[in-house]
């Protein structure tokens, strides 16, 4: 087929049909010596106001547009609600994605409209080439990819933030559980709350603002400092977001740990009683608020007792390489193996399409999850 038929054929479709079918048809159309039109044509693709993908949209009607990719089973801490106090068997060297495999899912995931992509773990900073694979990920924002951010224990941040801010990550979510040095030892088992703090001064020196600090809330070990947390946004421009305590592989939950949101709101309402609620965006986690006069703000991840389901547009793939739809869910396909075997673009999508046409209206309640069986965290990645 001519390439100017092609296109022609290609506008009727957008019409039509979603915008992956278009890229096929040209694709297809000028397969070999047309290369380089493909790329041009797609790239002009990303600025139209094109159908999502039907492989990224549920049953439900969400679209996924966010991909949480972890680089790693490891971490150099051993935080309570992550991970079993023994550790967790690490998957062998060669069952884990190389860069390679990341950088080709990611440009398929987002040719089919993923906006944002998270490097999680395990610990991302520990993977030596995380540096080669956000530059990788930044090569995608003439596809249509809008956001590169990490989440990471920040021990080890702050020296590696400007090339990596340099190599094109935008977004940072750093883990914090306490402001006390010894209890942080106690909830990770490891040093390093100093290194953390220097990591939150260089990310806000660097620009990122706001900076999202992550707080998983355990009655009896950190729920006494809620409030100083809540102060500590007073002169940073800090997003402190407090995370409900949730049941994973390992970590022992139970409903003596836990502190609910309606909880937490409550004591900062006590000693804040002008406390403000913010406006959420049509997909966020997080229930923002904000004490009038502060730098930052605060923000609760209600996953137990309010659960945002309806609104969910994640997808994750785990470090082993199998696509998770839902958190909380144990069902997974393994993208590594259908890569491995040699599947076509075509193919991979299928598979992806049906995993996420199977993901759940919600994840089950409270008291079930903590009965399923699930990964540990570590292993899922955050």
Not at 7 to 12: D, F, M, N, Q, R
Not at 119 to 141: A, S, Y
Request: proline share 4%; hydrophobic share 35%.
């Amino acid at each position: 087929m001519h390439c100017k038929k092609a296109v022609l054929s290609c506008g009727t479709l957008l019409s039509n049909s979603t915008a992956e079918v278009c890229s096929r048809v040209v694709f297809s159309a000028t397969r070999g010596t047309g290369a380089n039109i493909v790329h041009s044509f797609k790239a002009k693709l990303v600025s139209f106001d094109r159908p999502f993908s039907d492989f990224l949209t549920d049953i439900f009607g969400r679209q996924h547009t966010y991909l949480r990719i972890s680089l790693t089973e490891k971490c150099n801490l051993r935080c309570q609600y992550c991970m079993p106090e023994e550790g967790v068997g690490l998957s062998p060297k060669d069952h884990i994605l190389t860069t390679v495999e990341i950088l080709k899912l990611s440009r398929l995931f987002v040719s089919e409209g993923v906006t944002k992509i998270r490097l999680t773990g395990g610990e991302p900073l520990v993977r030596p080439d995380i540096h080669q694979i956000i530059e990788g990920l930044n090569e995608l924002r003439s596809a249509g990819l809008q956001h590169i951010g990490i989440t990471t224990n920040a021990v080890t941040l702050a020296r590696r933030l400007p090339e990596l801010k340099a190599a094109g990550l935008d977004q940072i979510n750093l883990s914090l559980d306490t402001l006390v040095p010894a209890k942080f030892e106690f909830i990770t088992r490891r040093k390093g709350h100093d290194r953390v703090l220097k990591a939150i001064d260089k990310a806000l020196e660097l620009g990122y603002d706001p900076l999202k600090i992550n707080c998983v809330v355990m009655k009896g070990v950190n729920d006494d400092e809620i409030c100083d947390f809540v102060a500590f946004t007073e002169n940073k421009p800090v997003d402190v977001r407090f995370i409900e305590y949730m049941p994973f592989g390992g970590n022992k939950w139970n409903t003596k740990k836990f502190v609910s949101y309606p909880e937490m709101l409550s004591l900062i309402h006590e000693r804040w009683p002008a406390l403000q609620k913010l406006s959420d965006k049509p997909n966020d986690t997080s229930k923002a608020y904000k004490v009038p006069g502060y730098a930052g703000q605060i923000g609760f991840i209600t996953s137990m007792s309010n659960h945002f389901c309806g609104t969910c547009n994640r997808l994750r793939i785990t470090a082993d390489g199998n696509l998770k739809v839902c958190l909380h869910g144990n069902s997974e396909i393994s993208l590594r193996d259908a890569m491995r075997q040699g599947n076509s673009d075509d193919e991979l999508l299928e598979v992806i399409g049906a995993a996420v046409k199977r993901k759940k209206k919600q994840h089950a309640g409270m008291t079930n999850l903590s009965k399923m069986e699930n990964r540990p965290m570590i292993l899922i990645g955050g």
